[in-house]
Every structure is written in C-alpha cells, then in structure tokens.
C-alpha cells in the first residue's frame, strides 16, 4: 500500500469548498460539505481523458464535479440523494439565455411585490406563532418568497424557470433567521434585529440574480452532456444503466454523525422537495448510514478487512466510553455501504478508469478510526487495485468529552484503479 503524507496536492484546502465562493457558477450557492474544483481539475488531469469519457460523481452534492467537467467540455453524470442539492447541480450546469432570464425576472419581481400566503406559515418553526420562540422566517420573507415562486411557474423555458427557483430559494436563505453550522441550524446573532422583510428579500434575489446573468455570460457550458440523478447511488448505480465511467471523483458522506439531509430542510421544504416530516425522515434512510438519528436496517456484512476488525474490537470493548450506543453499528453500516458502492462503481468502470475518493478519519471513544485504510482494504475487496492513499491535509477538531485525546483528524484521497 502507499501510504503518501507528502502527496502534491496537500495542504492546499483541495477537500474543501472555499475557493468556490469566488468561482462563476460554483459561487451560486456555499456548499460547505463540497471539495474544490481544483481537486476535480487535477483528477482529470492525472487521467488523460479523451472528451467523450464519461466523469462520475456518485455522491454530488453541490455538483462541484458535474460542474467542472461542464465548464472544460467533458461528459459527465452526478448521482445525489438529495433533491434539493441534486437541483442545484442540475441549475448550474445549464445554458441559458440572459434575454430569457431578464424576462423571467421582471415576471416574478412582480410576484415577490404582490405576494402571496405562503403555506409554510405555521408550520413547525418555519414561522413565528404562539408556540414558537424562534423561527426561521419572517412572515414577510415567506409571503415574499410564495409570491414569486408561484408566478415562476408560469415562465415557459424549462430551464430559465429552474435557474429563477433556484434563485428564490438562495435569496430566501439569505433572508433565514438561522445558517448552518456545523450538525445544526443556529439562529444568527441578534437575529430578531436583522428584521428580515420584502425589501430585504427583494433586494437579494435582485443581487443574486445579477450574479447568476453575469455568470451565464461569462461561464459558458462547453459540454451539454451532464446528468444528474436525484435518489439514493446504491440504487441508482445498480438500477439505472448509466454509461461506464473512466474517472470517478466523489466524496461520500464522512462517517462522523452527522445528518445531511436534516439540516437542508428549509431549502428542501421552501422549494417543495418534501412535503411533510414523514417525506423528510424518508428521505434521510436513503442516504448512506453515516448518521444515528434516522433508524434504517440494521448491517449484515462483517468482513472489512483486519484495521476494520481491530478497530471495531476495540469499540466494541470500550461500549461506555461511546456518546451513543448505536456507533458500532453505524461504523458496520457506513463500511457495509462504502463496501456496496465500491462494488458497483467496479461494474460501472471502464478498463483503466481511476477512482478519487476523498474522505475523513473519525474518532470515537478516544481513539481515530482510519477510515481512508479501511476504504482502500474494502475497495481491494470490490476488485480495485490501489494506486496511493494520498494525505490531503490534517484538520483541527475541538476535542471533545468522548474522544479528549484527539485534536487532529486526517482528510485523504483513496486513489485506485481498475
Ligand atoms: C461530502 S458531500 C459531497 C459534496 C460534493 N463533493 C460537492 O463538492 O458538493 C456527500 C453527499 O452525498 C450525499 N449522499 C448521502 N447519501 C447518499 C446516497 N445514498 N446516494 C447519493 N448521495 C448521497 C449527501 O446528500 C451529500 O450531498
């Protein structure tokens, strides 16, 4: 195995998103799970890729992948379970007319003056009622919104409409009384101050919007071929007959607890990806078993490999020691997962095809979980040959009252081929 901490692309912020907030298209929307472009670019470079070579992405998110192989002219296809992230990966890869999108903004500024009940007022904590202490969105932002969406649906360009949804839901973001941070929504600071209204929402969707013109003039698609898939990669990839692949780079859930899908629920809900709680908690079984709070089937498959065994002796020995008592079995299903994806990516590969697969090392009772040597044990397992396990940088985590010892985790790129 090689095992590189001195690889060419460390330590230079490729396993996250920063440098997207700058980049046409990409800076639509901060996507704060996602890699960088550059990482993408480099990937395909390694690959000498012909332009009718098909570039995968099986866990999209963002679209970051789907989006750069777009704009260089290369064929490409992303799978994300998520509908509200796969809409988006989908909005950015299109070409659109900037006389199209103008008429469909004069359209629905119209909407967003008018406004319209939206139904999303009183429900859970979305609005301000008797019953809630905090919520996400002023009236005025919800009714603004409601207004301006229902009107889009009259814009009669398919993909204008998408791009002008998208715009609505972003603008509505930035009106939310809470970001993401980290596993969870938090209330901004002093968030009932920034008294979020229709001028504010206005005032953003218009600034959006001239980003998203500026960006479709500046950032041409050169490849028309992108295909996203909205639904769960073990199914799709199985399922689905989607051309063989001669680069994948994708970067899966990291097996660290935390539940994609919960925390996008105001997008998911504003732009009617779902509908109910019930709609969102199916959502969450379908997405690989990273996570504790959603209760899917419980793993079969043991045979990871000897770092998995020992790893998992040793969790299994120190029980009292766990923040939760499902974290053994959710490291089986997370491997039992990766191990089915690898498996299906071999099936899905051409001769010669590489596969990137960046991911993070964990910690639970005290102790790292070297999560990139297990993945390359299991993809040998699913027929891949290993080519290095490249090092792309260490992050600073807060320790915390279950893992005291820990304060560096490794981010790594598993690189292998066919
Ligand atoms: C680390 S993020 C990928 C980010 C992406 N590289 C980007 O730059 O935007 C992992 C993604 O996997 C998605 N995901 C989780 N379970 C999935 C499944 N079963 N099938 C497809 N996608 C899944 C999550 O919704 C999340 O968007």
Known sequence: ????????????????????????????????????????????????????????????????????????????????????????????????????????????LKGINTGSESALKGFSTFSKTTKTKKWLFNDEVLDSFAGGWNISDNIQIGDTRQIIQLALIIAAMKNCNATRDGK??????????????????????????????????????????????????????????????????????????????????????????VKTMKDLYDLRLQTVRSHIQAKWDNPICTNFGYIYNNYIKYINNHKSELMNRRIPLMIQAYFEDMLSVLELLYSKAEKNAQLWFVVSNSAYANKEIPVDLIIADIAKLAGWKLREIGVLRNIKRRKTKHSPDISFLRESVVIMRK
């Open 1 to 108: 195995m090689r095992f590189n901490p001195d690889f060419y692309l460390s330590n230079q912020g490729v396993s996250n998103a920063t440098d997207t907030l700058n980049l046409p298209r990409h800076r639509w929307y901060y996507y704060k799970e996602g890699f960088s472009p550059y990482l993408v670019e480099k990937a395909i470079e390694s690959c000498e890729l012909q332009k009718d070579d098909i570039i995968l992405d099986p866990f999209n998110g963002s679209g970051t992948t789907t989006l750069t192989a777009s704009i260089l002219g290369y064929k490409s296809i992303g799978i994300e379970v998520n509908p509200f992230t796969a809409f988006l990966s989908s909005s950015k890869v299109k070409n659109i007319n900037k006389y199209s999108y103008e008429d469909g903004l004069n359209l629905v």
């Open 184 to 273: 969870c929504l938090r209330y901004r600071d002093g968030w009932q101050k920034h008294n979020y209204s229709k001028e504010s929402y206005l005032s953003s969707f218009k600034a959006i919007s001239s980003m998203i013109i500026d960006d479709i003039i500046q950032c041409p698609i050169l490849s028309s071929y992108a295909r996203i898939y909205n639904g769960d990669a073990r199914k799709i990839l199985l399922e689905k007959e989607i051309e063989k692949f001669k680069l994948c780079i994708t970067s899966p859930p990291y097996l660290n607890t935390f539940d994609y899908t919960d925390i996008y629920r105001p997008e998911l809900f504003l732009g009617q990806f």
